[in-house]
């Protein structure tokens, strides 16, 4: 069945632009940095980005327009083998994996707005804001509600088809995102002792980066992305001949990296200025993005307006996660699409259910990378999307036709970018295996 189309040309680089900034860059970079080494890590991550995650990021889009359909039927067209479907199911599986963690962060947002807002109206009267939410987030009824509300909005907007509605919200809300991050990091900056928490996070100590940052910054560079499950195939999937994915492809990196780095000098100021309780961990942003807020006239209101763009941020993330097992389960059948979107939501959610606990109840269960959360976390962003990142890799290096991948760079014989072409090429069929294959062996042989 034909599959339905992107209604412009922006409206996809709004789409996949939407899928790769979120909690990602917002949530999950900044304490990855502060975790792994400051500015080394920065450095690593930047390096990754532009070297693998890049040329994968295109390959991924390269895939998904000349398929033209969902990533499962996808690799078996493309591969000419019943055999390659064995691939989408790898990008299928891991974006549930990935979605259960996700829609936990999801529902802390949920949750703040609901308790900051409470606070405006003088229902409550919040004096730390760190230690109410972390009280919050520990609850475990609050976090069950809250992620079960996410995933429900998110299925909500699956259910009507994505095109409707996020290409005018994004118009919005990204112009809106950037410029409340310019006030945040400009009152963060301006903190006593800020240039401390900046010197952190831009000074790279070469000397102490460790396998296992690299690891993480590699797992980092693809989670910040969408790279390795499969989304960016589904969406480009759903393209015309008329894009040029190249590119759409750097358009999205530079936005990324941006909306990173930025979430970085808003994060890293404060933490060296304000002595925030619990400023480490997955609930790093949470509680110390408030404290800045609170140093700002009429903070409160800054800070909801902050939540829902962070809201929206995640929620066009979610919903191209989600949107992967839908298409390969509907396979261009919209008339399927909501009761299949509602099923995966609820079976997505009962597989985050330990992980919306782990902050609380489930907080002594640490084990390997740490807490429930923490091995979901590394299981998909540490192995799963390397993985899936290296299947991307591979197929269009050695498996795809390569004039149909030409064709989708608008590179034909004699032009003057095949030598582009070609280093692309190169790249995927060694570079970015070898590099990978390089960081997994450092870091999974054992007593290495
Ligand atoms: N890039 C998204 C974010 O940073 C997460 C994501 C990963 C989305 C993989 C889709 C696929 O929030």
Same mark, same amino acid.
């Given at each position: 069945m034909e599959q339905s189309k992107w209604g412009s040309k922006l409206g996809f680089i709004l789409a996949a632009a939407g899928s790769a900034i /979120?909690? /990602?860059?917002?949530?999950?970079f900044p304490y990855m940095t502060a975790e792994h080494g400051g500015g080394a890590f920065l450095l690593v991550f930047l390096i990754f980005t532009l070297v693998v995650g890049l040329p994968l990021l295109l390959s991924e889009f390269v895939i998904g327009r000349a398929s033209g359909r969902n990533p499962i039927d996808g690799f078996e067209y493309l591969g000419g083998k019943k055999g390659y479907r064995v691939l989408g199911w790898v990008g299928n599986i891991a974006t549930m994996f990935l979605l259960s963690f996700y829609s936990v962060i999801g529902g802390w947002i949920l949750i703040y707005l609901v308790v900051a807002g409470a606070d405006l109206l003088n229902i409550m009267n919040i004096s730390s804001y760190g230690a109410t939410f972390n009280e919050v987030i520990t609850n475990p009824l609050y976090a069950l509600l809250g992620q079960a509300s996410f995933m429900l909005l998110t299925a909500v907007i699956v259910g009507q088809g994505i095109q409707q509605g996020i290409e005018r919200a994004s118009k919005i809300m990204m112009p809106l995102l950037f410029i409340l991050f310019v006030i945040i990091i400009i009152r963060s900056l301006t903190l006593p002792n800020a240039m401390e928490g900046v010197s952190f996070f831009l000074t790279p100590d070469i000397g102490g980066i460790t396998t296992e940052a690299i690891l993480f910054a590699l797992g980092q560079s693809f989670f910040a992305l969408s790279i390795g499950v499969t989304a960016m195939m589904t969406y480009a999937s759903?393209?015309?001949?008329?894009?040029?994915l190249t590119k759409s492809a750097l358009y999205i990196v530079l936005m990324n990296v941006t909306i990173s780095i930025m979430a970085g000098l808003a994060i890293f100021p404060a933490i060296a200025s304000l002595n925030v309780e619990n400023a480490e961990g997955p609930g790093l942003v949470f509680v110390v993005i408030p404290e800045v807020f609170n140093a700002i006239p009429f903070g409160m209101l800054f800070y909801i307006l902050f939540l829902l763009v962070f809201l929206f941020a995640t929620v066009t993330s979610s919903i191209s996660m989600i949107e992967i097992n839908v298409a390969n389960t509907i396979k261009g059948d919209e008339s399927k699409r909501k009761k299949v979107t509602y099923i995966f939501a609820a079976i997505i959610f009962l597989i985050g259910v330990p992980s919306a606990l782990s902050e609380g109840v489930l907080n002594d269960v640490v084990f390997f990378a740490g807490t429930i959360f923490d091995n979901v976390d590394f299981l998909v962003s540490n192995i799963l999307l390397p993985v899936g990142a290296l299947i991307a890799s591979v197929f269009t290096g050695y498996i795809m036709d390569k004039r149909m991948a030409m064709a989708q760079v608008n590179v034909s014989d004699g032009s003057k970018y095949m030598w582009l072409f070609k280093t692309w090429i190169f790249m995927l069929k060694f570079l970015l295996p070898l590099i990978i294959i390089i960081v997994f062996i450092v870091n999974f042989t054992p007593g290495g």
């Open positions: /979120g909690l /990602g860059a917002l949530w999950r759903y393209l015309d001949e008329k894009q040029n």
